[in-house]
C-alpha cells in the first residue's frame, strides 16, 4: 500500500469525526430548543468535515502530482552544485589543452571553406548558356563532398578531445574532499538535456529497486540522494497534511454554534464544486479544439492550405526515418471529402425514407400495441455496436452485392465498396431517423390533426398536409444529426469501404473517408512530428468543423421548431 | 341521478328540424360518457350546449360529426338523422360528413401555412374550385364572412400563426366557412379568447346564423343567452332541459338547470 493511500484512508477516518464532532457540538450548543440552531446539526457536521478533510486532500493531491518533479529538481541542483570544483577544473583543461584547440581552428576553417564551395556552386548554376562550365561544376562538388567529410570527421575528433579531458578530470586524484558525489555531479552536468534526463531517471530506478538501463558509482550516489529527497519530502508532506487536517477541524470545531452558518458554508462549496465539474468539462473541449488547430496550423506550415482543400491526389506515404524510402507525398484531400460525400449520400438515402416513413407508420397509423412493440425493436439497432455493422457489411452485405451484380453480368466488382459501406450505415442510422422524427411528429398537436379531419380531410391529407409541414423543422434537425453522425462514422467504413483515395463517383469501387485516413495516419509506424501525421490533425479539424456547423444548424432549426409550439 | 323524462314537445322546436337525435350513448372504453341524449336542432339558428365540466356537452358536439371516431375506444350507440341520412352509419364516410358539418375548436388551431392556404385548404381537398381564381374567389368570400377581410386582404401569404388569438380564431372559422358547410359546430370557441375578440366573433355567430345551423358549446351562460335561440343543459351525461333560450334562462323547468344557470354549482 502506498503512502498516498494510507494518508487517504486516515484523512477519511478524520474525516468522519470531524463530521460527528461537529454534529453533537451543534446539538450540544442548541440544548433543547433544535430550531434555535441557524443550520440542521448535518450541516455543521459537514462543516467540520469538509475543513478537517478538504485542504489536507488536496494538499496531498498536489504532492502526489508534484513530488517526482520537485525531488528531480532538488536532486539536479545538488549534484550541480557538488561537481564545482570540477567544473572549474575542466574548463581550464579544455582552455588548456593545445589539441583541443587546433581542432577547433581547423574546425571553424572547414566551415568557411564550406560556405564560400556551395556559394560559388551556386553562382555557376546560376548561369546560362556558354559561360557555365560543367566541368568545373563538377569539380567544385566533388571538392565540396570531401569537404563536408572532413567536416563531420573533425567535429567527432573534437568530440572525442573533450570526452578524453572530461575522463582525464574526472579521474584526477586532486578533486577535493567528497570525490564520488563530485564525480558524480560532474557526469551529470557534462551530459545534455538527454543525458541528464536519462541519468535522473536511472538513479531513481536504482533508488526504487527497478532495474536501470546501466549501472555505475556515480549513478549509485546519485540513487543515494534521490532516496534522501524523497524521505525529506514525504516527510514534509505527512507532518503539512495532517497539519492542516488539525488546524481545520480545531477551527472550524471552533466557529460551531447557535448561530453560526454552517449551511451557507457548505452550500457554497457544493456551488464551488459543481462550477468546477462544468469548467472541466468546458476546458477539456477547449483544449480537444486548441490541440487540434496548432497541430493543423503546424501540417499547413508544411503543405499549403489550398492544396490540402482542393488538391485532388492522397498519398501520404512519405519516409518517416531517413534511411526510408518513400515517396514525397500528397496531401490533397478532395478525394476523402468525395469519398465521405459519397459514403454519407447512400447512407441518407437509405435511412430518410425508411426512417422517415417507419416513423410515419408507427406516429399516425400503428396501434397502441405494435408501437409498444415496434419502437424499442427499432432502437435495438441504435445500440449495436459499429464494429458488429462493420463485419456485417464486410463479410455478409459486400460478397452479396457482389454476387448480384456478377449475375447481372458485372464483372470486376470488388467486395469493399462505397455502395455495402453506405447501404450498411444507412441502416444504423435509421434507428436515428425514425425515432427523432417519430418524436417530433408526435410534438404536432392533436388540434391540428383534429382541425383538419373537422374540415374533412382523410389520414394521409392530413399527414401529408399539415402534420409534416409542422414537423418539418423537427426532422430537417433529425436527418442533420444523422448526416452527421454518418460523416463521422469510421468502423463500419473501415472494414467496408476499403482504403484506396479513390476520387470516384461510382458508388461500386472502394473509396476512403476522413475518418478513415485518420486512423490509417495514426496506427502503426511513425513518428509524431512528420507531415504524415501532421495531416491526420487537420483532416479532424476539418471533420470537426463539418459536423459543428451541421449540429449548430440541426440545433438552431429543432430550438425554431420548440419556440413555434411550446 | 334519473333524467327527466322528454316529452315530445321538449325536444321539438317548432322550425325545420337540421339534426334529429334519438337515444345517443357515448362510451370511452367503459365510461359511459353520454346517456340516451335525444333532441332536435333546428335550421338556421344557433343552438347552445352549456353545463358544466365533464357533462358530456363536447362528447355530444364530436359525434355530429363522427369525431368521436378519432379517439380510440370511444363507441357511439343510437340515431342521428341530418336531413333524412344517418350519420352514425358506419357505412358512411366521414370525410363526406364533415365537409358538411363544420368544426371551430377552442384553441385557434390554424395550420402551419399561409392565411390563404389555410382557407384554400378544404377547398383543395374536396376539389371545389375549378381554377385559381375561383379557389381565390372562395377564399376571399369566406374571409369577408368571417369579417377577417379588411384585416388581411394585403398579407395573405403570411403564416396563419402570425395573426393574433382572435384574428386566428376569426380565420379557422373562414377555413370552416370555404367548403360551404351546412353546420358549424363551435366547441367552445372564445374560451381562449379576450373580451374583445370574444364580442366580435359573437357578433359573427349572429351573423352566420342566417346561412349555417350553428351549434355552440359553451361555458358562458352570458354568452349562450347573448347568442342562441335553443340552449341544452347537460348534466353527468344527461341532457337535463332543452328548450328555448329565453325558457331556459328565464323559466327552468328543472331545479338543477335553475341552480345552474344562477350560478349555484358548475
Redesign the interface.
Known sequence: MSIYSIIALSLLVLLAGGFYVGRARALRSAGVALSSLHSLPNYHGYYVALWTGLPAFLTMLAFALLSQDASDRIVSSRLVELSAPLQSAYETAMARDQEHADLSGLFAQLRARSERLSDDIQRLRSLRGSARDPDALQALQEEHVEVLNLITTTQAALEDRSDLIANDVRAAPETGALPEDARAGFVFWIGDGDARRLFLGDARNIAQGVPASRHADELNVAAQMVVETDVWIRNAMIILVYGLALTGFFYSRGRVGQSFRARNGVEALIIAFLFLSSVIAILTTIGIVASLLFESMRFFSQVSIWEFLFGLHWSPQIAIRADQVGQTGAFGAVPLFAGTALITLIAMIVAIPIGLFSAIYLSEYAG?KFRQTAKPVLEILAGIPTVVYGFFALLTVGPAIRTALAALGFEDVVTQSAFSAGLVMGVMIIPFISSLSDDVINAV?Q????????????RS?TIR??VL??ALPGIVGAILLAVSRAVGETMIVVMAAGQGANLTANPLEAVTTITVQIVMLLTGDQEFNSVKTLSAFALGLVLFVLTLIMNMIALRVVQKYRE?YD | MKGVPLDQDAITADTDTKIKARNVNVYYDDNHALVNVSLDIPDRSVTAFIGPSGCGKSTFLRCLNRMNDTIEGARVDGSLIMEGEEINDPHLDPVVLRARVGMVFQKPNPFPKSIFDNVAYGPRIHGLAQSAEELEAIVEQSLRKAGLWDEVADRLQDPGTSLSGGQQQRLVIARAIAVNPEVILMDEPCSALDPIATARIEELIDELRENYTIIIVTHSMQQAARVSQQTAFFHLGELVEYGPTENIFTNPQDQRTQDYVMGRFG
Do not use: F, I, N
Request: net charge neutral.
Open positions: 397502441s398537436p388540434a391540428l390533426r383534429d382541425g383538419s379531419y373537422a374540415m374533412g380531410a382523410t391529407e398536409q399539415v409541414p409542422a413555434k
